[in-house]
């Protein structure tokens, strides 16, 4: 039997699922019998089922086995924007530049969300991106020294902090959230807008296990629109 790849055995247990072999809410075989039915390595089905359970339609417990969910969830598909390729794919002209860029203690209330010490310090950057000259967003971003000691002599007048932390540092897990608000003053000055005018803004947190990476807001300016997929 030729030896199948952890993405082959994801498809071949995703159809499984979706004929109804496996219907909703049935407990599947565990990862060495279907190491021995695919010809693979248990780490190979293990990355497979570990797949599917991110993508909600398997739920796995240590001591329970694995079932299929009883009410499979779509999940939309958010890969990291890079705000350059944004840019680019509207046809317009990208550039980038560096407002702020130094090591401050962050407020109290970003610092517990970020699992800081009272009193360390970040690297705190504010960039902006421009579309044919004119402003597109406006970012503000904090940076774990500890995590990313590098970000200090990356070359970020050269590329922007978003686009080299998203090639550069890997990350576990995130968060991030999406809402609509009123530009204030020193936003709308940034992305040189009106005071008060509608605005959608991004705020994301990344990790890496239990160590953050970085805090990033994006101020898009106003008629942005975010497209993902289902």
Known sequence: MI???HHTVRQSIQQRIETG????GALIPGEIVLAAEYGCARTTIN???QALADAGMLIRKRKGGTRVCSMPVRLAKFAIPIVREQV??????YKHQVVVNILKVPEKEIAAGLNLASGEKANYLETLHFANGKPFAFEQRWVN??????ILTAPLHEISANEWLVKTVPFS????????????????????????????VSDRTTWFKEEF??????Y?????QLYTQL
């Open 3 to 5: 030896k199948k790849s």
């Open 21 to 24: 072999e496996w219907p909703l």
């Open 47 to 49: 990355r497979a089922l």
């Open 88 to 93: 680019e794919a509207t046809g317009c002209q």
């Open 145 to 150: 020294l500890k995590a990313v000691p590098t």
């Open 173 to 200: 897990s995130g968060d991030v959230v999406f809402y609509a608000t009123n530009a204030e003053q020193r936003i709308a000055d940034a992305i040189e807008t009106t005071l008060g005018t509608a605005i959608f």
């Open 213 to 218: 990476i970085t805090k990033v807001k994006l």
């Open 220 to 224: 898009y300016q106003a008629g942005f």
